[in-house]
Structures are given as C-alpha cells and as structure tokens.
C-alpha cells in the first residue's frame, strides 16, 4: 500500500511543527519589519500570510527573495546545492461538476506552493538588491505609535493580568513597570489588541461559540494561536525584539493543536496578517 501524499497543509505544518519540536516557536522569532519584511526582489511586495513564518524559519539575513527562474531573468542563477524554502498561496479553482444557483460554474480556493530562494543563495545579482532600509524611528516609540495609530481601539485599563473582554470591549493590561522589558509589555498589548479586532465592530471573527470557548479547545486555540502570530507581526512592523524563552508545555501544546488539524496554522496566519493590518491601517 501506497503512502498518503501529503497536502500543502501537511508540508506548512510538518515545518512548523519541526521548529516546536526543536522547543522554539516560529512566530516568536524576530524579524525587522518596513522594507526589511521578507519580500520578493522584483516586485518588492512583501509576502503575507503563513510566509512571513517560513521564510524566517532559515535564518538569512536579506528579506529579498526570488524564484530559480527570476534568479536567471537578472542574469544570475541559484548556487548549485541551494535548498530552496516553501510559500504558499491561494489559488481560485472553478468546479467541473458544480454549479451555483444562478446557474453559473462553483469555485473554491485551493492551497498551493512553489519555491523561493534568498538573495544570499544565489550569484550574479548583487547589483539588483538593495540595501534594506531600517525604521529611523525607535522601536519602543515606534511599538507606541502602532497602538496610537489603532483607529477604533478598544479601552485600555491598567489591571492585574492581561486579558481582552469582547463583550465590554476592554483591553487589561499590568503597568509596564511590572513587566521585564518595554519589549515584553508591547508585545503582551499587541496579543491583546489582535484578539480585539475580532470584535463584531472591527473583522467579526468572535461569535458566540469563540467567546465561550473553553481553554485547550480547538475555537480557543485557533484564536489564542491567530494573537501569537498577528502580535509577532506587529513586533515586527515596529521593530521590536520578539524573540521570548517558552517552556517545552507551550511548544508541546501548540504541537498537539497542529498536528490535529493540519489547517490551523495556515488559517491562523491568515486571519493574524488581517488583524496586524488592521491595526496599523495598512
């Protein structure tokens, strides 16, 4: 009997769940945000979604990436022995055999991949990449004007612990001088700015079942999974140093949620991505 092939989302998860294996989790791995975000050399549009994670996962120090093909458009080409790195995309598939009300043919979006290479593995195109340009602002004010740039926020009230209430739309946050580092006190603010913009008022991504949602159950760890990564997003964009010790518990429950349903990670991302937009207004 043949093996099961794998789907997209069985390879995205396998390398997510490497990382967890390995006690590290990818999305608290730190990346410069702006113009050094991981993005495509030749059209300089920044990749999105899941991406941002797997592409970060090795570890280069350019952002800029490109295909085996683009690579040989500039005149140059991928070393020999390079490994390449997976990004995935979505992509609109029309139905043979289903058909909508109207009449007209179903479509549904189906998960694909293709292949990447970092500027460092190839030869022959220095010329064509640029030299990243940092955020001249400060990242702890830059990390500040990320949250004062938040169109519609919810409150924010000095509490105990920190926590977001959908149904007062409330965030609760300790005082910052309570927290380790100012790093530690905006990436906590950012997880629960993210969970704020499923309010029905901003993306809609709470309903009743996700408010109820008991802890370690599948809506509470997509949500608390969808914080993580759009809070890493932000951290990003402003330059903040979101690289926080975990304990082997944290990893290991991310990767009992993963590996149950091979999904998560990639919607999880997604939905991050929108709320980190959100936020900033981009």
Known sequence: MSATKKTVYDIVTDKICTEL??????????????????????????????????????????????TYKQAATLGGNVRKGEKSSTVVFFSKITSKTKTLPNGEPDTFAMLRYYHLFNVSQCDGISEHVPVPVKNEIPPLAAAETVVAGFAGRPTIVTESAAWYHPGRDVVGMPPKETFVSAEGYYSTLFHELVHSTGHESRLGRHDKKTAKAAFGSETYSKEELVAEIGAAFLCADAGIDNTIPQSAAYCQSWLNALKNDTRLIVSAASHAGKAARYITGV
């Open 21 to 66: 294996e390995k006690g590290v989790a990818p999305w608290n791995k730190p990346w410069i945000g702006g113009e050094s975000a991981p993005a495509n050399l030749l059209t300089r549009r920044p990749y999105t979604g899941i991406n941002p994670l797997l592409l970060s996962i090795n570890g280069y120090a350019s952002p800029y990436w490109l």
